[in-house]
């Protein structure tokens, strides 16, 4: 086991949360904004597996929650849960930054991690995007985005209640914050697809008058 963690270089042991390792390699002359071969730090790796504490650490020892890699990705482009991306955030990360290719973050994650689209969205103001005309509903994403907004709920919850806990603080209005949100983010999702179907009804409706004519 000691070796094991002891092959871990910076990078992978920010990714596994290791934070013993993390701390040992940097008091050895290692940095929170050590960049790897492909331009990825401890922060992007930290923020991408949501190792909170770990975050923590690196930002304490001069970790750059802004930092961007090679292709203009910050450590917010990487996250694939709602808390890394609310910890960052409120950490100074600017939810507003687009990368080379002109995307946001919440561009960036919008088909894997729509819930996390959808908070960064809620930060920056910015406009969900139109569905392509043409496209058709999916049950696959819309059983997508339930899936991972109830895990997402469910691992918030768990976290305001641990919190809670420790503080000895009553979590019942944070709670209701959080249920009215993703129910307030599943109405939108909802009306997004709804107004996909409509676009793709229209275009076909449009397609069969040019037919006709």
Same mark, same amino acid.
């Given at each position: 086991?000691?070796?094991?963690?002891?092959?871990?270089?910076?990078?992978?042991?920010?990714?596994?949360?290791?934070?013993?390792?993390?701390?040992?390699?940097?008091?050895?002359?290692? !940095?929170?904004?050590?960049?790897?071969?492909?331009?990825?730090?401890?922060?992007?790796?930290?923020?991408?597996?949501?190792?909170?504490?770990?975050?923590?650490?690196?930002?304490?020892?001069?970790?750059?929650?802004?930092?961007?890699?090679?292709?203009?990705?910050?450590?917010?482009?990487?996250?694939?849960?709602?808390?890394?991306?609310?910890?960052?955030?409120?950490?100074?990360?600017?939810?507003?930054?687009?990368?080379?290719?002109?995307?946001?973050?919440?561009?960036?994650?919008?088909?894997?991690?729509?819930?996390?689209?959808?908070?960064?969205?809620?930060?920056?103001?910015?406009?969900?995007?139109?569905?392509?005309?043409?496209?058709?509903?999916?049950?696959?994403?819309?059983?997508?985005?339930?899936?991972?907004? !109830?895990?997402?709920?469910?691992?918030?919850?768990?976290?305001?209640?641990?919190?809670?806990?420790?503080?000895? !603080?009553?979590?019942?209005?944070?709670?209701?914050?959080?249920?009215?949100?993703?129910?307030?983010?599943?109405?939108?999702?909802?009306?997004?697809?709804?107004?996909?179907?409509?676009?793709?009804?229209? !275009?076909?409706?449009?397609?069969?008058?040019?037919?006709?004519?």
């Amino acid at each position: 086991m000691v070796q094991a963690r002891a092959a871990k270089n910076l990078w992978v042991a920010a990714s596994d949360g290791d934070i013993a390792r993390v701390q040992e390699l940097i008091a050895s002359g290692a !940095t929170a904004n050590d960049k790897d071969e492909h331009s990825y730090t401890p922060m992007h790796a930290a923020a991408s597996y949501a190792h909170l504490p770990l975050l923590e650490y690196l930002v304490s020892v001069g970790g750059d929650v802004n930092l961007p890699d090679d292709d203009g990705d910050t450590p917010l482009f990487t996250c694939e849960s709602v808390d890394a991306a609310r910890w960052l955030v409120e950490h100074g990360a600017n939810a507003a930054h687009r990368n080379d290719e002109g995307q946001t973050a919440a561009d960036s994650v919008e088909d894997e991690h729509p819930a996390v689209a959808a908070y960064l969205r809620s930060v920056t103001g910015e406009a969900a995007p139109a569905a392509p005309a043409g496209a058709e509903v999916s049950q696959y994403a819309v059983d997508q985005y339930a899936s991972r907004q !109830t895990d997402d709920l469910l691992a918030e919850t768990q976290r305001i209640m641990e919190e809670a806990e420790r503080d000895g !603080t009553d979590p019942e209005e944070r709670l209701r914050e959080v249920v009215g949100r993703a129910v307030r983010q599943g109405f939108n999702y909802g009306g997004e697809l709804g107004h996909a179907a409509d676009d793709a009804a229209a !275009t076909g409706d449009d397609a069969k008058r040019a037919r006709g004519e």
